[in-house]
């Protein structure tokens, strides 16, 4: 499942990321090269990628999106503490 040329951000993501200081851009990355997807565990159609940021101190990047929809549809994105250090 390779990146799509676009993707949507919905408000909510539009939102989180203003507020989180995370440009597209870092969005755009962590979907095109995830250094690792993961199914959401409660929603079939949503999927987790991550990745980290070198300009964030490698902060590992999560962004989740409706990959069944075209095109993506990015839902949320967020630092993950629980990654730093493991990707």
């Not at 200081?21 to 870092?26: D, G, Q, T, V």
């Amino acid at each position: 499942m390779g990146c799509p040329k676009r993707f949507l951000l919905t408000n909510h993501a539009s939102v989180v990321l203003r507020e989180r200081n995370i440009p597209e851009e870092w969005v755009r990355r962590v979907l095109a090269r995830p250094r690792l997807r993961l199914p959401d565990a409660e929603d079939p159609d949503l999927f987790h990628a991550l990745a980290p940021i070198a300009e964030r101190e490698d902060r590992v990047l999560r962004v989740v999106y409706n990959g069944t929809k075209d095109p993506w549809q990015v839902v949320t994105a967020y630092f993950d503490r629980a990654w730093r250090g493991m990707l």
